[in-house]
Each structure stands twice: as C-alpha cells, then as structure tokens.
C-alpha cells in the first residue's frame, strides 16, 4: 500500500484547508484510512479515520465538529476538511493505515499503523 497525503499549506485562524491522501497498490475497500498530526517533541496523535466503506468514522474531540473526513471511492483518496483552523492546529499531518478490517477508530496509536505516507504542513497564523 502506497499513501501520498497533499494539501497542507499557510492559513489564517479561522480559515480551511483540505487535505488529500491517496492510496494506491491495494484493494483498499475495508480498510481505514487514518489522519495523525505532530508538532515538533510530541507524538503523533490521532485525529480522524474514515472507513473505505460504509459510514464509520472518527475523530478526535480537538477536530470535532471542526473537520470532516470524505472518500472517493473511484479515486481510492481520503479527504480530510479542515474548518475554522486554529493556530493550535499547526502541525506536520500524516495519512497512514493497517490492515485492519472493522471500524473507526479501532486500533488508533500511531504505533499500529503500518503504512504511512509523506506528512504535509498545515500552518495556521494568528
């Protein structure tokens, strides 16, 4: 499984941004696309999962109702919509899953993911 996660970018408090992650060199149908972010001397922390199929998703409560996650099934990409940013959502985002069937969030710690594609850089200016 290859993830390519785009989208990041330099935003003012308040604005949006929308993140892509797009998976390639598997049937990805059951599988959860996860969205982690990470500032710098933290641990990547889990911020939303959406299943591949089906209307299972997650998020964690710092994003809730804030952010929103969407699939394209035919493209095999994961949307992650980021509202109403704020500087404390300022980090490097990551898209990343495992094998897992089941869904959201199951198995959320960074730790068990086992794919990952390349971080991009949300940062939000006061």
């Known amino acids: 499984v290859q993830l390519q996660a785009s989208g990041g970018g330099l935003v003012q408090a308040g604005g949006s941004l929308r993140l892509s992650c797009a998976a390639s060199?598997?049937?990805?149908?059951?599988?959860?696309i996860y969205w982690f972010r990470q500032t710098p001397g933290k641990e990547r922390e889990a911020v939303s999962c959406t299943r591949m199929s089906g209307s299972s998703t997650y998020y964690a409560d710092s994003v809730k109702g804030r952010f929103t996650g969407t699939r394209d099934n035919a493209k095999n990409t994961v949307y992650l919509q980021l509202n109403s940013l704020k500087p404390e959502d300022s980090a490097v985002y990551y898209c990343?899953?495992?094998?897992?069937?089941?869904?959201?969030?199951?198995?959320?710690?960074?730790?068990?993911?086992?794919?990952w594609g390349k971080g991009t850089l949300v940062t939000v200016s006061s």
């Open positions: 060199g598997s049937s990805l149908r059951y599988y959860k």
């Open positions: 990343g899953t495992n094998e897992e069937t089941g869904g959201c969030p199951g198995a959320i710690d960074y730790k068990d993911m086992e794919y």
